[in-house]
Structure formats: C-alpha cells, structure tokens
C-alpha cells in the first residue's frame, strides 16, 4: 500500500462524528477527476459520483436499493462473480443469465449487469458491444450496471467504461458504473469503492443508503482522496501484476493448459479439458490454490481461475512448479 494512502488515513483519524453517507465534497470531486484524467470518462459532476463500503456490498444491495422486486428481472453475465446473482434474489427478483442481447427475447429487464474486464475470465467488451447494449437499454427504459473494477488492468486489450462518450455520447442517463481501490490501490481491507454516473440514479442510491446507514468512514474517505489523486501509485501496481501475468502466463501454457480470454485484469481464466474439481485437485497437490470455474456458473465447469494477487515470491515458487510438472 502506498505511504500517500496510510498517511492520509492516519490524519484523518480523530473523526468521531458520523461521516457523510454521500462522500465529502474532496472525495466526490477527486473521483471524478480520476475517472476522466485515467479512464477518459468525461461529464461527471461531483454530484453523480457515491462512495461505497465496498463494491461488493453496493453490487449485492444495488437492486433493492433501486426498490426491484418480484415483478423484475435482473440480467447477470453467464459466467459472473455470484454476488450479482445473491443481490438480484436478495431484492425478490428474477435472474436471468445471458451474454447477447438475443438471448433476451422479448423480455425487458429491469437491470442489466455488465462486468468489463470480467471476473472471472478477464474478458473485454468492445466498445461496439458495449454502445449496442446501451442504445438498447435506453430505447427500453432499463438501468446498465458497469461492474469495473478491473478497468485499469488491460494486457491485451484496452477496456472501456460504459461513461466513456464513444460508449455512451456523453449522456450518463440509466448508466452506473462502479470502481473500486482494492485492486488499483490495495485497499480492499479498507472497503472504499464508489459508483458514478446518472445523477438522478444516484440521487436516489444516496436517499435510501442515508437511512439505511450506508457510510464510509471518514478516515477512508481521505484515504481513498490520496489514492484517487496519485497516479504513481496505481501505475506501479499495475506494472506489479504485469510482471506476475508475464511469469505465470507461459508457465501455464507450457504445462499444459490452454489459457481463454485473460486479455486484462487480475486472473488467468484456465483448463485442461477436464472437469475444473480435478484440475483444482491436481493444482493443490503442487500447492497452487485456485477457484473452479463452477463456481461463477455452469460454462465454468471445465476451467479454473488462477489469481495474480499472490506476492511476487509465490507467483515465482508457483511457476516453478508448474515447470517441474510440465
């Protein structure tokens, strides 16, 4: 973690009063900047950007903070990190999983979630899939949820944000996109993340999380202004998990396994053309711990995902086992 993000922290310690659940006016203001000055997102004013206790915690309640119920139908991608799906059935609402607009049919939803890069497969949506989308969410009414958290961490590719004017024209309306500083910035055990975009969205976001008592603590909240305004810091993290992806990527390819998609973000999407329990097994018994891809759906059965999260001396002591093994 950076020194910039444990002093700022630490100054702002002696915070005994109640934070502000919509952010203090630094933070809102500094997230934006961020997001235009790294990302190219432009047109956000301080207003239409919400820190969060986590992206993880606004994703799970996101549809019932919209009031979704029985009657909506919320879309997840097929292979997805499963908190969309809990957030969808925690609001009473229907899930249905698809990674095409086809695959809708006539249905409207009511959400649509988007994960660019993807968790788990570190898959990039173009920016033709992603303003295809958005033109037809909007012809319908229906909300564009961006989950991404992974947007700075593009190999092969470079991600887009769904606020990025080639995406969306510069009209931010039914759009949400949601950032994190867990991986930019090694904060996820300060839980700081925000969502930006449409601000009558998040008006309404901020109007049921002030009862609900949904608020960042104040010393994060400075936390998070350090880290949004020092680009050196996120720069040498990201070169940080290039350097690991460049020694455990071919290692695996010259193990056996085919690698799919990975093109950005945090994992290495795997498999050995068999079941994924076995693959994880096989894994485990040369002291590599990784997920099965079961685990964020049923296309998922025969791959694993591998993180590039270890420090740098397991990535290391990872790849040479899999060298022996190879």
Not at 95 to 116: C, H, K, W
Not at 174 to 198: C, E, P, Q, W
Not at 225 to 236: C, P, S
């Amino acid at each position: 973690m950076a020194p910039v993000i444990r002093a700022a922290l630490a100054e702002a310690s002696a915070a005994p009063g109640y934070p502000t659940t919509a952010g203090t006016p630094a933070l809102r203001a500094s997230a934006a900047a961020a997001l235009e000055r790294r990302y190219g997102i432009t047109g956000l004013t301080p207003d239409a950007v919400l820190p969060a206790i986590g992206t993880k915690e606004l994703i799970a309640w996101l549809p019932t903070l919209l009031g979704l119920g029985g009657d909506d139908t919320v879309v997840v991608p097929e292979l997805a990190y499963p908190t969309y799906d809990v957030g969808a059935r925690l609001a009473g609402a229907r899930v249905f999983r698809a990674d095409s607009l086809t695959q809708l049919g006539p249905q409207t939803p009511a959400l649509i979630y988007l994960n660019s890069p993807s968790n788990p497969t570190g898959r990039v949506l173009g920016v033709d899939h992603l303003r295809k989308v958005v033109g037809w969410a909007r012809d319908r009414g229906v909300i564009v949820a961006s989950d991404e958290c992974y947007l700075g961490l593009g190999w092969d590719e470079t991600p887009v944000s769904v606020l990025h004017p080639t995406v969306c024209g510069g009209d931010h309306t039914n759009l949400l996109a949601i950032h994190s500083l867990s991986k930019t910035s090694s904060l996820a055990g300060y839980r700081a993340g925000f969502v930006a975009g449409d601000p009558a969205l998040v008006a309404e976001l901020l109007a049921v999380r002030k009862h609900a008592g949904m608020m960042v603590p104040t010393p994060v909240q400075a936390a998070m202004v350090a880290a949004l305004d020092d680009d050196a810091h996120e720069r040498q993290q990201r070169e940080r998990y290039q350097r690991r992806r460049r020694e455990l990527l071919p290692a695996l390819q010259q193990a056996g396994f085919t690698v799919d998609h990975s093109e950005a973000g945090l994992y290495l999407w795997a498999t050995r053309g068999e079941p994924c329990r076995a693959t994880v097994d096989w894994l485990a018994r040369r002291g590599i711990l990784v997920a099965p891809g079961e685990f964020y759906g049923p296309r998922g059965a025969e791959h694993v995902r591998i993180a590039l999260t270890a420090p740098d001396e397991r990535i290391t002591a990872a790849a040479a086992r899999l060298a022996q093994a190879g």
